[in-house]
């Protein structure tokens, strides 16, 4: 089994920035590709950002392209997400999740393992 947990969220203002982290412990070297997902009060999770094992692959849902920065250091097993200038509209829960099978994806459905997330909210 693979444990994936999520921190560095909290409460800023508009144009801020903030750095989220996703270590993985157990079974780590099952996962191959990670990704970022987040959830607002009364909507549908949705994707935000993706990144290959070796880091090389990236993909970013266009509501963030420029601003947030997906990256990971396999060594520390741990997954980043880089957001700057957020926006009130980025307020959410973001979940690290895991997949087991090659190719970046950016269904949820294709993902095995998801962290408990951790909220990010940011204020006007």
């Known amino acids: 089994q693979v444990q994936l947990v999520e921190s560095g969220g909290g409460l800023v203002q508009a144009g801020d920035s903030l750095r989220l982290s996703c270590a993985a412990a157990?079974?780590?070297?099952?996962?191959?590709?990670k990704g970022w997902f987040r959830q607002a009060p009364g909507k549908e999770r949705e994707f935000v950002a993706a990144i290959s094992w070796g880091g090389g692959t990236t993909n970013y849902a266009d509501s963030v392209k420029g601003r947030f920065t997906i990256s990971r250091d396999n060594a520390k097993n741990t997954v980043y997400l880089q957001m700057n200038s957020l926006k009130p509209e980025d307020t959410a829960v973001y979940y690290c999740a895991g997949r087991t099978v090659r190719g970046v994806s950016i269904v949820g459905s294709d993902y095995n393992y998801w962290g408990q997330g951790t909220q990010v909210t940011v204020s006007s």
């Open positions: 157990g079974r780590t070297l099952t996962i191959y590709n």
